[in-house]
């Protein structure tokens, strides 16, 4: 079956501009979170979605980021006036809604942005 | 200092070499612990998983969690070129929560 995908794979804007980051994730997974991994770092968390619940947006670096989620589908992760410490890889994750053991989170290829 | 401290490496083994990677943390309330294996341009995969304290064995991989000394490990054994990869460990507290990674380690399998 199709696993979490991202758009675009890369994205390259000047140091200013807005960006948005599309994640479209696995169809029936209820919660979905970003992540970002700056190079050679580990993913650093930035925001979670859990069916209606208000996110969790306590990794959000800054009032520059932004994420919205319509119902239990799509996500969008919105930069204004993009930094070049904003360069990074943005990976979206989802994960089912039954309780399993691990509750496994399934991870998309990421976005590779670079801001100028 | 981070919540999960790992060393990047890089490492370099032989191929059918024993690899062993560690991971400590800080914060007492982690109960799920996970190694994901990363290729280059891809996205993380789960690897392993263990709850609490406890090993745990599949196949060539295994998971170790101490949590009396807040230490984690992963051991691969008769290491293959094509486990070449980014390690990283991961962590958190409850069921449905956020995952904190560790920088993960990067090992190269020689052939």
């Known amino acids: 079956g199709a696993g979490v995908s991202q758009s675009p794979s890369n994205k390259v804007t000047e140091k200013g501009k807005d960006v948005e980051l599309r994640c479209d994730p696995i169809?029936?997974?209820?919660?979905l979170y970003w992540y970002r991994q700056r190079l050679g770092q580990g993913l650093e968390f930035l925001i979670y979605?859990?069916?209606?619940?208000?996110?969790?947006k306590s990794g959000l670096p800054s009032d520059r980021f932004s994420a919205e989620r319509t119902g239990e589908s799509v996500s969008t992760l919105t930069i204004q006036r993009t930094q070049q410490e904003d360069s990074a890889v943005y990976l979206c994750?989802?994960?089912?809604?039954?309780?399993?053991?691990?509750?496994?989170?399934?991870f998309g290829p990421g976005t590779r942005l670079t801001v100028l | 200092q981070k919540e999960v401290e790992q060393d990047p490496g890089p490492l370099s083994v032989p191929e059918g070499a024993i690899v062993s990677l560690n991971c400590t943390y800080s914060?007492?309330?982690?109960?799920?612990f996970m190694w994901y294996r990363q290729y280059s341009r891809k996205g993380p995969e789960l690897l392993m998983y263990?709850?609490?304290?406890g090993n745990k064995e599949d196949g060539r991989f295994t998971a170790q969690v101490d949590k009396s000394s807040k230490y984690i490990s992963l051991f691969i054994r008769d290491s293959q070129p094509s486990d070449s990869a980014t390690y990283l460990c991961?962590?958190?507290?409850?069921?449905?929560?956020?995952?904190?990674f560790g920088q993960g380690t990067e090992l190269s399998v020689k052939p």
């Open positions: 994750a989802s994960s089912p809604p039954e309780l399993r053991t691990y509750n496994e989170q399934f």
């Open positions: 914060n007492s309330a982690f109960q799920y």
């Open positions: 979605f859990q069916g209606n619940s208000a996110p969790d």
């Open positions: 991961a962590m958190k507290q409850v069921l449905r929560g956020k995952l904190i």
């Open positions: 263990t709850y609490s304290s």
């Open positions: 169809s029936g997974h209820t919660a």
